[in-house]
């Protein structure tokens, strides 16, 4: 069975944070963290492969739980959520969530 088009599918991923990663340059000394940015920016990634490129129109009930480190490893994942267009994201490590929230991406030239 096919999923139908409108009805996308979850999506999951998993990445590990590497401590070379540039992310990491100047956020901070001595203590690493990942930005949050870098990890929308994870999320985002995710979904796009699926949503075909669509632009990212807004974030919203974004939530940062837990600092990430170099060498975690995160999994991530995005649902379809109750608006057209938009995903419900978490990204968690070691069963404790990290992120969470929710992108909508603008809709394709057939729904303008």
């Known amino acids: 069975m096919q999923p139908d088009r409108h009805d996308p599918p979850s999506l999951t991923a998993t990445a590990q944070v590497e401590a070379e990663s540039p992310w990491f340059d100047g956020h ?12 929308l920016e994870m999320v985002l990634r995710l979904i796009a492969q699926e949503s075909g490129g669509r ?23 995005a649902t379809p959520a ?10 968690s490590s070691g069963g404790e969530e990290v992120c969470l929230g929710t992108m909508v991406f603008a809709g394709t030239e057939e729904n303008h």
């Open 28 to 39: 901070f000394p001595g203590d690493p963290i990942l930005p949050g940015i870098a990890q």
């Open 55 to 77: 632009r990212l129109a807004s974030l919203t009930r974004v939530k940062f739980k837990k600092a990430v480190r170099p060498g975690m490893a995160l999994d991530l994942f």
């Open 82 to 91: 109750g608006q057209p267009n938009g995903y419900s994201f978490r990204i």
